[in-house]
C-alpha cells in the first residue's frame, strides 16, 4: 500500500531562512499531491495543489516541486517568519475514487 | 458562509457508550470525509463519501457507521465505544473534483476521549 514520509523531527530554522520539507512516498505516483498547513487546535487548510506533470508550483512565498522519479516532494517557504510556525502536512491522491492519504506531518519552528 | 461545522467540540464517553459525531457544511460540496488524527500518526481516513446516498470505507473504518442521507450533513457514528478511539475527528469537503483535485475544507475538529 502507499506510504507517505514527512521529517518526523521538527525543523527550528532562524527568520528571514528557506524552510524545505520534505515529502517522500513508495509505490505509484500519486496524480495529484497537497500541501496544508495546521496551527495547534485547528483543522488542517489547504495550501497548494500540484499535478504529477508539473514540476514546480509557486504562491506568494510558497513553491512547492514535485518529483516522480524520485517519489518526492519539497515544500519550501522563502523569507520564512515566526507567523510560518505551524505544522505541514502533505497528502496524495490514491486514484480510488477520491481517497486522499496525509503524512504525519512536520512541525516547523521559525525563530525571531 | 460557516463552512464546515463540527458538533460537539470536546466529548468524554465511557467505554461501551455509542454517540453520533456531527458535520455539515453549507458549500453544496459533493465529497465529504471524516479523518482521525493521532499524535505522531498523522490524519487516518476513517469513513467518505462522494454524493448523498453514497459512502465508503477509508483506511480504519472499524468501529464507526457513516450515511449520507443529504449533500449537507455527515455524521459519524461510534457504536460502542472504545479507548483506542480517543482521538481527535475531522470532517472534511470537497468540491465536485474529489478529494485529491480540490482543495479540502476542514472542520474545527472534535476531541474525543473514552475512559
Known amino acids: 500500500s502507499q506510504k507517505i514520509e514527512q521529517n518526523s523531527e521538527a525543523l527550528n530554522i532562524q527568520e528571514g531562512k528557506t524552510a524545505t520539507l520534505t515529502c517522500n512516498y513508495t509505490n505509484y505516483s500519486p496524480a495529484y499531491l497537497q500541501w496544508y498547513r495546521q496551527d495547534p487546535g485547528r483543522g488542517p487548510v489547504f495550501l497548494l495543489l500540484i499535478r504529477e506533470n508539473e514540476k514546480e508550483k509557486r504562491k506568494e512565498r510558497l513553491k512547492v516541486t514535485f518529483d516522480t522519479t524520485l517519489k518526492q516532494s519539497l515544500f519550501h517557504i522563502t523569507a520564512s517568519q515566526p507567523a510560518d510556525s505551524a505544522t505541514y502536512l502533505c497528502a496524495l491522491d490514491m486514484m480510488q475514487g477520491g481517497k486522499l492519504i496525509f503524512g504525519q506531518g512536520t512541525e516547523l519552528s521559525v525563530k525571531p | 458562509n460557516a463552512g464546515v461545522t463540527q458538533t460537539p467540540k470536546f466529548q468524554v464517553l465511557k467505554t461501551g457508550q455509542s454517540m453520533t459525531l456531527q458535520c455539515a457544511q453549507d458549500?453544496?460540496?459533493?465529497?465529504m470525509s471524516w479523518y482521525r488524527q493521532d499524535p505522531g500518526m498523522g490524519l487516518r481516513l476513517i469513513h467518505y463519501?462522494?454524493?448523498?446516498?453514497?459512502?465508503d470505507q477509508g483506511e480504519v473504518p472499524n468501529g464507526y457507521n457513516v450515511s449520507r442521507s443529504t449533500t449537507e450533513d455527515f455524521p459519524l457514528r461510534l457504536l460502542s465505544a472504545a479507548p483506542s478511539q480517543t482521538s481527535v475527528y475531522f470532517c472534511?469537503?470537497?468540491?465536485?473534483?474529489?478529494?485529491?483535485?480540490?482543495?479540502?475544507?476542514f472542520g474545527p475538529g472534535t476531541r474525543l476521549t473514552v475512559l
Open positions: 472534511a469537503t470537497a468540491g465536485t473534483g474529489g478529494a485529491g483535485t480540490d482543495t479540502q475544507y
Open positions: 463519501s462522494v454524493g448523498a446516498g453514497i459512502t
Open positions: 458549500m453544496n460540496h459533493e465529497y
